[in-house]
């Protein structure tokens, strides 16, 4: 804008390479827009470009206000048109890349479709051996049989104890779950040079690792393998029960639930229904055998004021708690009323 | 206007990668399960590649050596198989689904653990998550040789939950007592084979101790296995005396305390010594 001003104004332009003839006429030129580098015409720096075969008018302009005027509103409708022009061809460029793309994606998963048609049909005429028209590879046989063993070492990760040997020893992978949820892994990594050593391990510090080393590690590494999967599993199943508590039953239970690190004892006020505001039960639960999931000691009480029915219940809860795993327990409160649940939690 | 229909498209494309993940797992699995070489045609692939790979490296270039790699994850996969005493004979793995999100494979698997034999059949559902991967096992099917009721019980149970580890780790323990039993029946049978009897096998629970003279006087030993409700073994030995007549009326108390006295040999000085005992006993009764 203020370029063009300059330049009907007859005020010299500082443009760098510009070839401009002297001092500017007031007549209308045949180019109504120049090429302007140097200065941006606009806040944010766009250029104006020329626009070759861009005509002017011929008009009778008046004054040198009309033909500014006139000249300002040329160059912002040129200028929209550009940018317009610029995101159209983006936009254009854009849908035939997809296109085009989809095209290849197409056609590769019509190819892999008729691959494993063709397979499958293969594997219904013959089972089993499959005849290779060539002779295969020996690298071919080779990485079909390496395949083979690595699915197989991964099975064993779903079995509770996996590894694999190094040049010092054996690097050990104990994983734990609960139920059909594979949770945490921890790792052992032994030295077998002399005695057995452990190098370095993943295994949290209240789990009693150095007593049960000491007590099998050098005689019998399945036994140490085994307790020790014992003790992580049986933690990995207490934590993973007082996390589905607090993730899926929070509003039942006042605040948070305490724990300790080992997730061997449990505190919590509750409440067997979100109806009321009032957490009327309170629970302890010991879980004082560390290789079992289930609580040793469960103390339910009630506030001494509390009903009857209350105190009743709260008994009822207190044998549940002892048989069930706890986020079940809860889930029995929430799916079958609490009356219902404490009925169901009596003995047979 | 012109968004909505980049929108289309590249929901087409996002649709077409998963589906081009999944097809290509589904052939590579399937490439691989129906691909069988024998141990012949590996030991003559190895010693083949062994020497092109030879004649490569002495050239230029670093050729992945495949024979190393093989026989690494062959003592590993030994290695594991001899520690745990579970031995795969056979595994298939199908995938059904794969997004963004996750996968979902069936899995077959068949193998032993000392000598008890098992058959699954599972669903394993794998998702990754921002901070790690995490596995849930479904649909989980398994079929164990054993007519235990307990065996049966726990069997059922696990399937129910999905317990696919706890399946794994209470069979260890298990066939660890079953083999341990059977080692046991074994070692008295060899050592003393007028004397010991085995009415239901080297696989079965029961032992006979019998003198061979026709006194009729007969110890049966019967070993159970017991697996409880959190997969844990424990054996649990109960003495039988089968007395004829004419000794019972000698020794009625001594007979009568024979089943607790078992017990507390048991606790003092183990299974082996306990039996031994026993037997020199009815040697005795000559």
Known sequence: ????????????????????????????????????????????????????????????????????????????????????????????????????????????????????????????????????????????????????????????????????????????????????????????????????????????????????????LQTDVRRFLSVLSDHLNAYAGRRYQADQLQEHF???????????????????????????????????????????????????????????????????????????????????????GAGVAAALASPP | MDNSVCQVYEDEIQALEEEIKLLTEKYEDGQQESTFYSDEEILMSKKSFWREFQAESKGHGFPSDLKAQLENLERDLSFLMKLTGIHFTGHSKKTVEKTRNGTVQKHRLSGNCHSLSFQLKFQLLEMQSKENVSAVITDLSIIVESEDLKVKEFVSSTEEHGSLLAFFRSLSSYAEWYEHRRRTFLHFKGKYPDIVTLPEG??????????????????????KIHIDKEGRSTPVLDLLTKVPEQVLEQKMASIEEAPAQFRSMLLLFGIETAIENLIKVVRLEE
């Not at chain 1, 095209?103 to 590769?108: D, K, Y």
């Open chain 1, 1 to 216: 804008m203020l370029a063009v001003l300059d330049l009907l104004l007859g005020a010299p332009l500082q443009l760098p390479e510009e070839e401009e003839e002297g001092p500017l006429k007031k007549s209308v030129r045949c180019h109504p827009f120049l090429r302007v580098r140097a200065r941006p015409t606009r806040p944010d720096g766009f250029s104006l470009m020329a626009e070759p075969g861009g005509k002017m008018e011929e008009g009778k302009v008046q004054s040198a206000d009309g033909l500014l005027a006139h000249l300002a509103a040329l160059e912002a409708r040129a200028h929209e048109e550009a940018v317009k022009r610029e995101e159209k061809e983006q936009q254009e460029e854009r849908l035939a890349r997809l296109r085009a793309r989809v095209q290849e994606l197409r056609l590769q998963r019509d190819e892999l479709r008729a691959k494993v048609d063709l397979q499958h049909k293969a594997q219904l005429g013959e089972e089993g051996l499959v005849s290779d028209p060539a002779r295969p590879s020996a690298r071919a046989v080779l990485g079909w049989k390496i395949e083979s063993v690595k699915r197989m070492l991964q099975v064993f990760y779903l079995t509770g104890i996996s590894g694999k040997l190094t040049r010092q020893g054996v690097c050990f992978c104990i994983s734990t779950a609960y139920e059909g949820t594979y949770l945490d892994s921890y790792y052992l990594d032994l030295l077998t040079k002399a005695e057995v050593q452990i190098r370095r391990h993943s295994v949290p510090a209240f789990i009693p690792l150095e007593q049960i080393a000491k007590k099998y």
């Open chain 1, 250 to 336: 929070s509003d039942l239970i006042k605040g948070t639930l305490q724990r300790n690190s080992l997730c061997n004892l449990l505190v919590f006020n509750y409440n067997v229904s979100s109806e009321s505001d009032a957490f009327p039960y309170s629970a302890r639960l010991v879980y004082r055998d560390v290789c079992r999931s289930l609580p040793t000691e469960v103390v339910v009480s009630t506030t001494p004021e509390a009903p009857a029915p209350l105190a009743e219940a709260a008994a009822a809860h207190s044998d549940l708690f002892r048989r069930v795993a706890v986020h079940e327990a809860f889930r029995s409160f929430r799916d079958t």
């Open chain 2, 202 to 223: 080297l696989l079965g629970d029961q032992i006979i101790l019998r003198n061979p003279k026709p006194s009729g006087f007969e110890l049966m030993i019967i070993w």
